[in-house]
């Protein structure tokens, strides 16, 4: 037994390298998410939501169409739900694809969102915040102009729906299939009450919005996120019955 010993400890030690990169980007997370969300069931009982089964929770984001993140991650799963008459609550963990040519194994994340009934056509907007300071339209115009090895790759980076508001455009990127639609909607009402929380991501859908957060809330920010998904949706009401 002595001699295979170190073949043994050999064998180990090439098994945990070979977990590592799971170990780092799926299980740590996922020991991580189940923390942050202890005593969430208290916190919604106290606030009159009921708890809704996953399974049925993820209905409704089909049901939704999966708009928004549900659409480009490579696998999600909803770690809880809760819900009701008009808000549903859900802390969702997720994979996104690995980009081409990309050897690193996806990090495991996860948010906190918030779906609210609007209860008046909407067209599918994205609105999220910008991951580094947007450049000015002149940088972007040499960095997107024809014929440069990158500019098919700088105008993803950089599309966005221009609004006119100096203050919205440099704090979101809005993405949506017609301007026209994403600019009549994005009133100066709307815009305001999304710039009172400029870190959160924004999704209108036809039959909801989508209010999510970058990482899972704790119970406080989690009330605040219910707080401004209901002003924008009541604010989203008013102007659209007003056009």
Known sequence: MADYLPLVIIGLLFGIVLL??????????????QRQLRGRAAWA?????LPLDPGDAAGRIDDADRPGLFRKV???????????HDVMVIDYAFVMPKPPGGRSVP?????????????????????QPWETRPPT???IARLT??????????????ATTPTGDATFDGSFRVLGEDP??????????????MLRQPLLHYTFAPRGVFVRSRGILPQPALDQLIAVTRELVTTLQTEQRRA
Do not use: C
Request: hydrophobic residues 45%.
């Open 45 to 49: 009982s106290a606030r009159g939501l």
């Open 180 to 193: 026209d639609a994403v600019r009549s909607v994005l009133t100066p009402q709307v815009r305001s009450v």
């Open 145 to 158: 102009r024809p014929g440069w090895l990158l500019s098919d790759l700088m105008k993803k980076v950089y």
């Open 20 to 33: 590592l990169p799971t170990l780092t980007t799926r299980w740590v997370p996922a020991l991580r998410h």
């Open 137 to 139: 339209p002149d940088v």
């Open 107 to 127: 990090m495991l994340e996860a948010t906190s969102l918030v779906l609210n009934r609007v209860g008046v056509q909407l067209p599918e907007v994205q609105i």
């Open 74 to 84: 490579a696998s999600g799963r909803v770690l809880d739900a809760f819900q009701d």
